[in-house]
């Protein structure tokens, strides 16, 4: 059974640092792509940041500059390091992995998710 489990949350006062980080068990394969969510009280989850199986990343406009994503695809593994965090970036943080593959003719992804690990951030 895959599963992925988060860790590195917490609190921190504004303009402090946290590092997430997720790993995955029960996997024989490698996801194509691994990423961060967020979801605030009372809002829609939302993407924070992105990579791919080709080391491409993309972030969410509001995290730019202030958070990097990285990871180990070999062992599926993702971290998310914050920088400067603001009282705008309190959420449950929530790990994301996507497996794609061609299953006969038809390309198929499977997706999971992880438990989630809360950030806040004080002002």
């Known amino acids: 059974q895959v599963k992925l489990v988060e860790s590195g949350g917490g609190l921190v006062q504004t303009g402090g640092s946290l590092r997430l980080a997720c790993y995955a068990s029960?996997?024989?394969?490698?996801?194509?792509?691994m990423a961060w969510y967020r979801q605030a009280p009372g809002k829609e989850r939302e993407l924070v940041a992105r990579?791919?199986?080709?080391?491409?990343?993309n972030y969410a406009d509001s995290v730019k500059g202030r958070f990097t994503i990285s990871g180990d695809r070999a062992s599926n593994t993702v971290y998310l390091q914050m920088n400067n965090l603001e009282p705008e970036d309190t959420a449950v943080y929530y790990c994301?992995?996507?497996?794609?593959?061609?299953?006969?003719?038809?390309?198929?992804?499977?997706?999971?998710w992880g438990q989630g690990t809360q950030v806040t951030v004080s002002s």
């Open positions: 994301f992995g996507r497996r794609s593959a061609v299953v006969g003719e038809r390309a198929q992804n499977w997706e999971y």
């Open positions: 029960g996997t024989t394969f490698s996801f194509n792509v």
């Open positions: 990579i791919s199986s080709s080391r491409t990343r």
